[in-house]
Nanobody, 115 residues
């Protein structure tokens, strides 16, 4: 069955960095578009970034453009989100999702940005 497992969340100071990883299994990872989305406390879901199966054409929400970088390693069935210049408003649970339809989600990784 499809499984997505995020890791790498935690506490970072404003201006700091974190790198999230999402290990995928149960499907042909190298054939699928992958995305990251987030949900801040008390707020709705927000799409953050996405990347095509071959690693081309990364796209980003305006709120993270220039600070976050998405990448993937198809040999390791893993997608990453490098988060730099973190802001308190980046505090959220971050999820990786499978495909353009986002039909499967991981359980999420909590990122807290605070001094």
């Amino acid at each position: 069955q499809v499984q997505l497992m995020e890791s790498g969340g935690g506490l970072a100071p404003p201006g700091g960095s974190l790198r999230l990883s999402c290990a995928a299994s149960g499907f042909t990872f190298s054939s699928y578009y992958m995305s990251w989305a987030r949900q801040a406390p008390g707020k709705g879901l927000e799409w953050v970034s996405g990347l095509y199966s071959d690693g081309s054409d990364p796209s980003y929400a305006d709120s993270v453009k220039g600070r976050f970088t998405i990448s993937r390693d198809n040999a390791k069935n893993t997608v990453y989100l490098q988060m730099n210049q973190l802001k308190p408003e980046d505090t959220a649970t971050y999820y990786c999702t499978k495909g353009t339809s986002m039909d499967y989600w991981g359980k999420g990784a909590l990122v807290t940005v605070s001094s």
